[in-house]
């Protein structure tokens, strides 16, 4: 069982890498595994098929992804470079094109520092969000590894409804999930994937570009999507699916995201960049803070250069404008500032509990600017 030093709500395991990507995705997709030939005492046969291995394998361009992944599986890893600004790092993962083990191959993707997960040519319908069906165990990998896996490893799954779908009721409500309404015949999920990939995490993936052909949805459908009617002066609504559009007053006619809802419309993360920001926020903290573990004495000045560590890591997100403001209280700091003659018993118990358990809690309260998203115009005359 690992040890664990700082316990941030819920408790994690602090011993993570120094840098994380915030652009690297897994594709799992079916491959056409090639053929052995098998030799019997009397003749040879040509149909023995080798299994295919979740093994994954790292790619930096499309080049040779065909090649090396025939099938699904190096169509996607070609459409997901195709997208700009797109991701650096690509993990392709296999399975076998008439019986995908896709357990097996979600296992290995969880070993993976990736924040993108996404099957590709898979479509969210009754089959595939079964608990075991590919959806399914795609939208429990995410929510399991990010809860439970090692820092940094916390992640995303993407995932298209059929063609020509509207229907948003058909997807499992998950805030790690990402959602695509289209009307291609390519693989929109893994195009949005990539679309992602390209961004960091704090900007909202509304109206961005998606390299892929997909016709717009007319108005009706797009208020299905939407859920409820949006009114003047009401912010999103949002069922949790996004879609691909065209919007008439951005140059060129290229298919844009029409929102940026995460997968569970009743969450407080309700938009992709949210539940990424929180992440990526989440795992600077905690390498920053991990210089601190043995050499942070719990005194008044040592408490203060944790305290000063973590304005470090926030400060310049205020800066940018990425945050309003934020907090950061440490109760036993509190009482450690005031005049020892004055402390109760149950405060000088606390203080003397923190010193020799050598636990110490930190609260960090953030406000995040978030990007508009509706922008409500009343015309007067008179």
């Known amino acids: 069982m690992p040890v664990r030093y700082i316990r941030v709500d819920p408790t994690v395991n602090l011993f993570a890498p120094a840098v994380r990507a915030f652009g690297t995705i897994a594709i799992v997709g079916r491959v056409t595994a090639p053929t052995a030939t098998v030799e019997t005492p009397t003749k040879k046969s040509a149909a023995a098929a080798v299994a295919v291995a979740p093994k994954p394998v790292a790619f930096t361009s499309p080049d040779k992804a065909r090649e090396t992944f025939p099938g699904d599986l190096g169509d996607a890893l070609n459409l997901v470079f195709e997208q ?67 820092d940094g490893m916390e992640r995303m799954g993407v995932a298209m409804l059929p063609k020509g779908s509207a229907d948003p009721t058909v997807i499992l409500p998950n805030e790690r999930m990402v959602y695509i309404a289209h009307n291609s015949a390519q693989d929109a999920a893994v195009a949005v994937a990539g679309t992602i990939a390209g961004y960091e995490p704090w900007v909202s993936l509304l109206l961005k570009p998606v390299n892929i052909v997909s016709p717009p949805f007319g108005p009706v459908d797009i208020d299905t999507l939407n859920g409820p009617p949006e009114v003047s002066g009401s912010g999103p609504t949002g069922a949790g699916v996004n879609w691909l559009t065209t919007p008439a007053l951005i140059p060129g006619n290229g ?79 509190t009482l450690l500032d005031k005049d020892p003659a004055t402390l109760t018993p149950d405060e000088a118990n606390r203080i003397h509990t923190a010193e020799v358990q050598r636990l110490v809690q930190v609260l960090a309260a953030v406000e995040y600017a978030g990007a508009v998203h509706r922008i409500s115009i009343d015309l007067k005359f008179d």
């Open 84 to 150: 700009t600004p797109g991701p650096t790092l690509v993990h392709g993962v296999p399975v076998d094109a008439t019986t995908p083990d896709w357990k097996g191959a979600l296992a290995a993707v969880a070993a993976l520092n990736v924040q993108l997960v996404v099957l590709a040519n898979t479509p969210v319908d009754a089959t595939s969000t079964t608990p075991d069906g590919p959806i399914g165990l795609l939208s429990a990998h995410v929510t399991s590894v990010s809860n439970t896996g090692a």
């Open 255 to 333: 298919v844009h995201l029409g929102e940026g809802y995460a997968g569970d419309p009743g969450s407080p993360k309700k938009y992709i960049d949210v539940c990424r920001f929180v992440d990526h926020l989440s795992f600077l903290l905690k390498a920053q803070l991990i210089g601190s573990i043995g050499n942070v004495r719990i005194s008044r000045s040592g408490l203060r250069a944790l305290i000063a560590q973590m304005e470090a890591v926030l400060s310049p997100f205020v800066d940018a404008g990425v945050l309003n403001g934020f907090q950061l209280v440490v109760p036993v700091l």
